[in-house]
């Protein structure tokens, strides 16, 4: 017993670090560590976060998972925290492991086909992302009822070869996709990651980037804005979308180049909500503005609560009790739930560069009212509610 501890301890320890040294360039953005002292304390703080033993059991065990019934693909910051903690509390979904200690994805986002696993994005492998199966059985044989699981990985939707994967390993899933004003989530996104930077430095990451980005990282939001139109990240949101894995190329992790070089692919929701439209049909895809989830989250459970029994989503009915929600129970659970608040509060220290030239400016409104044409075209497509149209859409 003694030896299989010390064993599993020294397995831990290699795992953790070989994770930590693709995460370090791959999703922190920095370069890995060259003092003995800086990789020590690195790679110690990033073993207190991630989960190494837990991840090779899932690997290993894989074979006997299950596999989600529905997914949030995104966009980030368009309310997919708060929509999958609806989705476990009022619709008992069980959500993906995690492989970060986080108080907000764990649980709800699993990372994988955006390639955090060192870069592994192989179909039959997702399952050690989910429950076991007996798990599953007995659930159904003690309460009757199936249990239904859930990945709501971000960024998924603006990731170009995440679609495809899906729709292999799982052709028949639902799928959920948040959106936001432009303008707003571009900023939001910004603060958020600015944060994480701080993060990343407070775990004694280095200042300096790996070799594979470009003009990475963005000075400001301006500057962010224009890496994500430049030809350069053009192209590789080009070559991405003919991704199929096994793994992943560095340049594709996360985004591709890195989580600032796609502000304006992100918020090109009718191009990326088309993927899925065409891959799945119609009927499977359900869009929440986010505005609109605050507004009346029982509509919309009501309606994913029908893509989960396999029927249609349209015409939601609200009239039974039990899956009614008023929004002074919703606005509450929101306030202790959303840490990206807090996480983004911590960026008070430094003054954050919001403002964008005229130029800039009017190119941003520009895309937005082209996108507000395309997203009216995709909603008649996919019958979305005149109801739940935001009102973003409408100034």
């Not at 989600?68 to 509390?89: K, Q």
């Not at 998924?156 to 052709?171: D, E, F, H, Q």
């Amino acid at each position: 017993l003694y030896a299989l501890t010390i064993g599993l301890l020294f397995l831990g320890i290699i795992t953790g670090v070989l994770f930590a040294r693709f995460i370090i360039p791959h999703v922190f953005n920095r370069a890995l560590p060259t003092s003995y002292y800086g990789a020590a304390y690195t790679y110690y703080q990033l073993l207190l976060i991630t989960y190494p033993l837990e991840t090779i059991w899932r690997f290993a065990t894989a074979w006997a998972r299950c596999l989600p019934d529905v997914y949030v693909v995104g966009e980030v910051r368009c309310g997919t925290t708060s929509l999958s903690a609806l989705l476990v509390e009022h619709l008992h979904v069980r959500g993906p492991f995690t492989p970060y200690v986080h108080p907000t994805l764990q649980g709800k986002e699993s990372f994988y086909f955006v390639g955090h696993y060192w870069g592994c994005v192989h179909p039959y492998l997702y399952r050690m992302c989910f429950p076991l199966v007996i798990e599953r059985w007995g659930y159904q044989m003690i309460t009757g009822k199936r249990m239904h699981v859930y990945d709501g990985c971000a960024q998924y939707l603006n990731s170009p070869w995440c679609c495809a994967l899906i729709k292999k390993v799982t052709p028949k899933a639902g799928i959920i996709a948040g959106i936001r004003d432009p303008k707003s989530q571009n900023a939001s996104w910004w603060k958020f990651e600015a944060a994480a930077q701080k993060w990343g430095e407070s775990l004694g990451l280095p200042p300096s980037v790996p070799g594979f980005r470009i003009k990475y990282p963005p000075r400001n939001l301006e500057e962010a804005l224009k890496l994500s139109d430049s030809k350069e990240i053009k192209s590789l949101f080009e070559r991405a979308l003919k991704l199929r894995g096994p793994f992943l190329p560095s340049w594709a992790v996360p985004t591709p180049n890195g989580q600032l070089s796609g502000l304006t692919q992100m918020t090109r929701y009718s191009h990326n909500i088309h993927r899925f439209v065409d891959a799945f049909g119609p009927k499977r895809v359900i869009v929440s503005p986010v505005s609109k989830l605050s507004e009346n989250p029982g509509i919309l459970l009501d309606r994913i609560s029908r893509l989960l029994d396999g029927d249609s989503p349209e015409t939601p009915n609200v009239s039974d009790g039990s899956r009614e929600i008023s929004k002074e129970s919703v606005f509450t659970r929101q306030d202790t739930r959303i840490e990206a608040k807090k996480l983004n509060a911590t960026s008070s220290a430094k003054p954050l560069e919001l403002t964008l030239s005229p130029a800039m400016e009017k190119a941003v409104n520009t895309s937005k009212r082209r996108e507000v044409e395309e997203l009216r075209k995709l909603f008649s497509k996919i019958q979305h509610p005149e109801a739940n149209v935001p009102s973003w859409m409408e100034q």
